[in-house]
């Protein structure tokens, strides 16, 4: 509501305050100190000791659904008067306050405060209350409401403010949807809507479907949705206190249990359920079996330490307490190679061999067959038979008896007392074995660790190449024994191969080859050994041997062929004993004679010389049969760095001589060759130049015609080229011109096209543009005709006609509060209008002229003053 202030001097300091209707000032007498009000309509004349202190203002009006609070208000009679106190000042309320509805205009009186301005009331809809508090005792109505005191107003209604009462929340109805409900909390003792005791704390649900609005002690804690079970889903429960359930059974405090689709299609928690998990179906099909742990019996308690089998085909919940032992488990399927070990773990029968077990029996199934195991039975392994080959096998142990045997060249199975047995060898003959390294290959190589592992519960076997042989020795037995190759060896569980550790490098050292298979040869090795003569020369040999074994006898003779093994280091054995011969041949002789008959002084040293006087062909060792066949001088260079210079200059003179003489010989070939070439490069010079000239001959001829046929052609070619230039210019102009008249034609229709368009875009905007015109103005008329409805319809005819007479009323009113019958002011020259009287009288502004009335005492005539408007 807009307020207008009438004007007024600052500070109060003007005589004469006119206060329009529902205007108000407060005047303070300085002399009392009471602050008095004045009402409007009327011109008020302040005294001396008189101050306006407030005002004028406009008075407080509250229209219809609208309050407002006062604080102070003043004190009424039973007539509604407002009472004074012996000063004449009006009597206050103080600290209290005054909720005011819809009435007149009012005005504060000295003292009053607008503590909340003018505001519409509070409506409260559907659905919706407000939850209200007693801040003091007081009736209402027939209720008698105390301090502390809460209720709830509930809508559809326009709630009226008290100043005994407080708003302390809006509370707004919950809709409660089909499957679900509402979980509530009393806050203090009370009775619900269904007037069912409740104590403090309490707990409950609504489940009724719509709209539920909470009591004034009821507090909505969450909305439940209710779980919808099926088939394949259940829920776990547990309960939070005892109490009985929807199935009208009683549940003990922590207990859980199951609810499934034959129970209920959806379930809603209750306050004293708590929801532990969804429980998902377990399906066995009818190749799957499960065994269950502490299952649930017929009284619903769960069997502690007891098992449950389950086959399939079958459907069921895991129940609370209760656990797959080992999951969901495949039923055991053997073929014919297949077999199961078995062991009871409790007493049982066993119906398909009619035997009693005892716990920790053991026995086997074979295949084919199905099989189950009950719950006083566990698996203790899968057996599966074993194919062997003739040149395969496997260790087998006997538990009971703790024997090791080999099994070869067949399909076998482990019995229930049997296990595979891993055979250890030493970490070379491992290596060895997983090499796969050819023993005739170079024996200088180390041997490296592979990455090849072996199956240690198989044979081992070893395949002895051809002229080879292995010596094993069984340690149970305590004997060895000789094979000679091509052949596959098989160890026992009780035999080990016989690893050879043979010398190596040049010169030779110990260990440097390790091998299982002993090489028959023939077969060479090299040895480097320092030698020195009589006149002390060291020189340094390299020799090469040529050996081999003689197995006539060993093939056919385990001793003999035992003899073979006999010297672990043959060719150590070897090298030792032939440098150990040549150096003594050689310490007898002299460098020089060394150096000219060093085959014949090496050989008749380790072969020997026989009674004829010759050297014989072959040196012995008796111990292990080896024969060495032949020696080889590879290099011989002394020891000696000064022996060794000599050595050199004497083969460096002897080349230098037979260089020269090889020089000057190809020397003098060259320079009769050279003179040979130098007589046919004559003659071939003088035959290119004959041929020159004729080539030159020819060419002129050549080129005369070439110049007649170029004359010739390059006339012909330009008198065609001129003819094909003008029979191609002359079409050219033709499409050229033809190409012109197409242009022309299409550039005249598309400017035809484009202003029959533009033409008729321009017709269309201007009648678009007409009718929004004519639309805007229709638009502009309605609105202006409904805002003057509309300003009618609000105000009102009353409020119409009271201000078409509020100013001929105002002007009678205040002359009649001046007390004038009538005046006429005129200079002798105008006529007088007396319908116009009032009106030249005070110039319509009540505020303009300040008239002051006053009457001689006993005389009563009126004077009348006139003062310059300011």
């Known amino acids: 509501m807009s307020k207008t202030r009438p004007s007024q001097a600052h500070g109060g300091d003007d005589a004469i305050y006119r206060i329009p209707p529902y205007f108000y000032i407060h005047?303070?007498?300085?002399?009392?100190?009471?602050?008095?009000?004045?009402?409007?309509?009327?011109?008020?004349?302040?005294?001396?000791?008189?101050?306006?202190?407030?005002?004028?203002?406009?008075?407080?009006?509250?229209?219809?659904?609208?309050?407002?609070?006062?604080?102070?208000?003043?004190?009424?009679?039973?007539?509604?008067?407002?009472?004074?106190?012996?000063?004449?000042?009006?009597?206050?309320?103080?600290?209290?306050?005054?909720?005011?509805?819809?009435?007149?205009?009012?005005?504060?009186?000295?003292?009053?405060?607008?503590?909340?301005?003018?505001?519409?009331?509070?409506?409260?809809?559907?659905?919706?209350?407000?939850?209200?508090?007693?801040?003091?005792?007081?009736?209402?109505?027939?209720?008698?409401?105390?301090?502390?005191?809460?209720?709830?107003?509930?809508?559809?209604?326009?709630?009226?403010?008290?100043?005994?009462?407080?708003?302390?929340?809006?509370?707004?109805?919950?809709?409660?949807?089909?499957?679900?409900?509402?979980?509530?909390?009393?806050?203090?003792?009370?009775?619900?809507?269904?007037?069912?005791?409740?104590?403090?704390?309490?707990?409950?649900?609504?489940?009724?479907?719509?709209?539920?609005?909470?009591?004034?002690?009821?507090?909505?804690?969450?909305?439940?949705?209710?779980?919808?079970?099926?088939?394949?889903?259940?829920?776990?429960?547990?309960?939070?206190?005892?109490?009985?359930?929807?199935?009208?059974?009683?549940?003990?405090?922590?207990?859980?249990?199951?609810?499934?689709?034959?129970?209920?299609?959806?379930?809603?928690?209750?306050?004293?359920?708590?929801?532990?998990?969804?429980?998902?179906?377990?399906?066995?099909?009818?190749?799957?079996?499960?065994?269950?742990?502490?299952?649930?019996?017929?009284?619903?308690?769960?069997?502690?330490?007891?098992?449950?089998?389950?086959?399939?085909?079958?459907?069921?919940?895991?129940?609370?307490?209760?656990?797959?032992?080992?999951?969901?488990q495949d039923v055991y399927i053997l073929g014919e190679d297949e077999g199961l070990i078995l062991k009871a773990v409790e007493a049982c029968f066993d119906a398909e061999n009619e035997v009693e077990r005892k716990p920790g029996d053991k026995w086997m199934i074979r295949g084919p067959c199905e099989y189950v195991p009950p719950v006083e039975v566990i698996v203790h392994a899968k057996r599966k038979a074993i194919a062997l080959d003739e040149s395969e096998g496997i260790y087998v142990r006997d538990m009971k008896t703790g024997k090791v045997r080999s099994v070869c060249g067949k399909t076998y199975m482990l019995t229930h007392d049997e296990e595979l047995w891993e055979k250890n060898l030493p970490p070379t003959v491992e290596t060895l074995l997983t090499s796969g390294r050819d023993p005739s290959a170079d024996r200088n190589t180390r041997i490296t660790d592979t990455n090849i592992a072996r199956n240690k519960t198989m044979v081992v076997t070893y395949r002895v190449p051809h002229n080879a042989c292995v010596q094993i020795y069984d340690y149970k037995q305590k004997k060895a024994r000789v094979v000679f190759g091509p052949h596959l060896v098989m160890l026992d569980p009780d035999e080990q191969f016989t690893q050879l550790s043979l010398s190596g490098g040049k010169p030779k050292r110990p260990g440097v080859i390790r091998s299982l298979a002993l090489l028959l040869g023939p077969d060479f090795c090299t040895d480097v050994i320092t030698i020195e003569t009589a006149d002390h020369a060291r020189l340094s040999l390299q020799l090469a041997y040529n050996w081999h074994f003689d197995t006539s006898k060993a093939e056919d003779n385990q001793a003999e062929a035992a003899k073979l093994f006999s010297v672990p280091d043959f060719v150590g054995d070897m090298c030792k004993a032939i440098a150990s011969r040549v150096r003594g041949a050689v310490a007898s002789v002299s460098f020089d004679d060394f150096h000219k008959n060093s085959s014949r002084i090496i050989r008749s040293s380790v072969f020997g010389i026989d009674d004829n006087g010759k050297v014989r062909n072959r040196f012995e060792f008796p111990q292990n049969r080896l024969a060495v066949t032949s020696i080889d001088i590879q290099s011989v260079e002394p020891v000696d760095q000064r022996t060794r210079d000599a050595l050199v200059k004497s083969v460096q003179l002897a080349i230098e001589i037979t260089t020269n003489s090889q020089e000057a010989t190809a020397r003098h070939e060259a320079e009769r060759a050279e003179q040979e070439a130098r007589g046919r490069l004559e003659r071939q010079k003088i035959a290119d130049e004959a041929e020159a000239e004729r080539s030159r001959r020819d060419l002129l001829e050549l080129q005369?015609?070439?110049?007649?046929?170029?004359?010739?052609?390059?006339?012909?070619?330009?008198?065609?080229?001129?003819?094909?230039?003008?029979?191609?210019?002359?079409?050219?102009?033709?499409?050229?011109?033809?190409?012109?008249?197409?242009?022309?034609?299409?550039?005249?229709?598309?400017?035809?096209?484009?202003?029959?368009?533009?033409?008729?875009?321009?017709?269309?905007?201007?009648?678009?543009?007409?009718?929004?015109?004519?639309?805007?103005?229709?638009?502009?008329?309605?609105?202006?005709?409904?805002?003057?409805?509309?300003?009618?319809?609000?105000?009102?005819?009353?409020?119409?006609?009271?201000?078409?007479?509020?100013?001929?009323?105002?002007?009678?009113?205040?002359?009649?509060?001046?007390?004038?019958?009538?005046?006429?002011?005129?200079?002798?020259?105008?006529?007088?209008?007396?319908?116009?009287?009032?009106?030249?009288?005070i110039g319509g502004n009540p505020f303009a002229v300040k008239a002051v009335k006053g009457a001689a005492s006993g005389s009563g005539d009126a004077k009348t003053r006139e003062e310059d408007n300011e």
């Open 27 to 328: 005047v303070l007498d300085q002399n009392t100190n009471v602050t008095k009000l004045e009402i409007g309509p009327k011109t008020y004349i302040r005294q001396d000791n008189e101050r306006v202190i407030f005002g004028p203002e406009r008075m407080i009006t509250i229209p219809p659904r609208t309050y407002c609070i006062i604080e102070n208000p003043v004190v009424r009679n039973a007539d509604g008067d407002v009472e004074l106190d012996l000063t004449g000042q009006a009597k206050l309320n103080h600290a209290d306050r005054e909720i005011r509805l819809a009435r007149d205009p009012f005005p504060l009186y000295p003292g009053e405060i607008l503590k909340q301005a003018v505001s519409p009331l509070r409506v409260v809809p559907a659905n919706t209350a407000l939850r209200l508090k007693a801040n003091f005792d007081f009736t209402d109505g027939e209720t008698r409401r105390v301090a502390g005191d809460e209720w709830l107003f509930e809508g559809p209604g326009t709630y009226i403010p008290r100043k005994e009462v407080s708003i302390e929340e809006t509370i707004r109805a919950t809709v409660i949807k089909k499957n679900q409900a509402i979980k509530l909390r009393a806050r203090k003792e009370t009775n619900d809507r269904d007037n069912n005791a409740r104590v403090t704390g309490e707990e409950w649900l609504i489940k009724k479907v719509g709209a539920y609005l909470p009591g004034v002690y009821e507090e909505v804690i969450e909305v439940v949705n209710a779980v919808v079970l099926t088939e394949k889903v259940a829920l776990h429960m547990q309960a939070t206190r005892t109490f009985t359930d929807f199935l009208n059974v009683k549940r003990k405090n922590g207990e859980e249990w199951l609810i499934t689709m034959d129970d209920t299609d959806c379930h809603i928690p209750d306050v004293h359920e708590e929801v532990k998990g969804v429980v998902d179906v377990i399906t066995l099909t009818s190749r799957q079996y499960c065994v269950i742990l502490n299952p649930v019996g017929t009284n619903g308690k769960n069997q502690l330490g007891k098992r449950k089998l389950v086959k399939g085909e079958s459907s069921f919940f895991i129940r609370p307490g209760e656990k797959l032992e080992r999951g969901i």
């Open 704 to 841: 005369s015609q070439s110049a007649a046929i170029e004359s010739t052609g390059q006339a012909k070619a330009e008198a065609q080229s001129r003819a094909e230039a003008a029979r191609i210019e002359g079409e050219a102009a033709v499409e050229q011109a033809k190409l012109k008249a197409q242009a022309q034609e299409i550039e005249a229709a598309s400017e035809l096209d484009r202003l029959g368009k533009a033409r008729e875009a321009e017709l269309k905007y201007i009648k678009e543009q007409n009718d929004l015109g004519i639309n805007k103005d229709r638009d502009l008329a309605r609105i202006e005709t409904e805002k003057t409805q509309n300003i009618i319809s609000a105000v009102g005819a009353d409020t119409v006609r009271a201000i078409a007479v509020a100013g001929p009323e105002h002007q009678i009113n205040l002359l009649r509060s001046l007390g004038i019958q009538s005046t006429i002011f005129t200079d002798g020259n105008s006529p007088i209008n007396l319908f116009n009287a009032a009106n030249g009288l």
